[in-house]
């Protein structure tokens, strides 16, 4: 039987495999292991991925959960102060707010987009409400101008939690740059993705930058001049070589991606089930593909019985998850993402997902 899994990391080592094991050689061979001070490789791909964003500074870090809360902290977000988070994301968007000690504030999602519904943010802004973080869910810019109306009119901070658009744009900028300070994961099978856990912050605020750094070790920019305390959370050199190899063809696997989107697109014209929105305006770049269907889990089980895997992202919203029980939330308090969680369905997405396979899933389907 052939089997096609929802990704194959192993498919794009082998096109890349000469580079990217020269590029670990090199680390093991320098012995720029750590992340801290003048690591040649980090700079490297700090500088590089920065570039790429076309913003000013980018420091690496551990993971993107870490990201998210050093984001978080180096804007002064802690006890006391809530954060307006989406009620469909990875439980990091959230958790990361609950780690620097602040409430998470759970708006709905769009029905159609899937990422924040700005038209119900407002009303739950209150004195203590410090910032927005919008996730660009699945790879789809979150609607960015309304956000941004929002946050002038009661000056709160935009935080974007880019851990699945690498590259992906809203009216011809790339997320990352839209807000005060955004994080990216590094996750093996995010767009841009690492041989291990990794991840970065970013922004185009200098100071906001520092404090970042700092945080992410031990409160030093130099070695033993601790100004603050800090925590160990760095990029490691060999990720970042990684990723400076693969930073190179983003662009392309992210093309791919979007090729591969229209082909199941027209594949799945079928009143029975919902492909993916995406405004013109904007650049979706498919970290997940993902479509909704009244009977999911029959679906599912029959593609799975077929070889095909899936998944779902994310069964439950993140208010209904049981760290939040406390606030005693509802499904009738965020009826579009309690409605989209138990009909969507990710379907195999890679950029080198051959076409021979996207017609085979699309016919089973
Ligand atoms: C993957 C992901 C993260 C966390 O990234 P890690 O590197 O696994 O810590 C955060 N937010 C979202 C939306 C993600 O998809």
């Known amino acids: 039987m052939k089997k096609i899994s929802i990704v194959d990391l192993h498919e794009q080592y082998k096109k890349i495999k000469k580079e990217i094991d020269n590029a670990i050689f090199s680390v093991l061979e320098d012995g720029s292991f750590i992340g801290s001070g003048n690591n040649q490789h980090v700079k490297k791909f700090e500088e590089g991925f920065a570039n790429y964003l076309g913003i000013k500074n980018c420091i690496g870090c551990a993971n993107g959960t870490d990201a998210i809360e050093i984001a978080l902290k180096a804007l002064g977000i802690g006890p006391n102060d809530e954060v307006i988070v989406p009620a469909i994301s990875w439980i990091s968007t959230s958790e ?10 759970f708006i709905d999602v769009d029905k159609d987009y899937y990422t924040i519904d700005v038209a119900k943010i407002e009303e739950k802004i209150t004195p203590k409400t410090k910032a927005i973080m919008v996730v660009h869910l699945y790879g789809l810019p979150a ?4 956000v941004i109306k929002i946050a002038k009119k009661y000056k709160l901070f935009i935080v974007e939690d880019c851990a699945q658009a690498h590259g992906a744009e809203y009216k011809n900028k790339k997320v990352g740059t839209l807000g005060d300070i955004a994080t990216f994961s590094f996750f093996p099978s995010k767009n841009l993705g690492a041989y291990g856990d990794a991840g970065c912050v970013v922004t185009g605020n200098d100071i906001l930058a520092e404090t970042c750094r700092r945080i992410a070790n031990h409160g030093q920019l130099k070695k033993n001049e601790h100004l603050m305390e800090g925590r160990n959370s760095r990029l490691d050199g060999i990720q970042a070589a990684v990723l400076s190899v693969k930073l190179k063809y983003l662009d392309e696997w992210n093309n791919s991606r979007i090729k591969i989107a229209k082909e199941y697109n027209s594949l799945l014209k079928n009143k029975k089930l919902i492909t993916p929105k995406c ?7 498919y970290h997940i593909y993902a479509i909704q269907l009244e009977n999911r889990d029959a679906v599912q089980n029959q593609l799975s019985k077929s070889g095909i895997g899936t998944s779902v992202h994310y069964p439950t919203p993140l208010p209904l998850l049981k760290p939040y029980e406390k606030y005693k939330y509802t499904k009738n308090d965020f009826p579009n993402a309690y409605e989209v969680t138990n009909k969507i369905l990710s379907l195999p997405m890679y950029p080198e997902l051959k076409k021979d396979d996207i017609t085979y899933i699309a016919s089973l389907i």
Do not use: F, L, Q, W
């Open 96 to 105: 990361a707010v609950g780690n620097v000690g602040a409430t998470p504030i």
């Open 279 to 285: 405004p013109s305006y904007s650049k979706h770049v």
């Open 143 to 146: 609607e960015m101008d309304s």
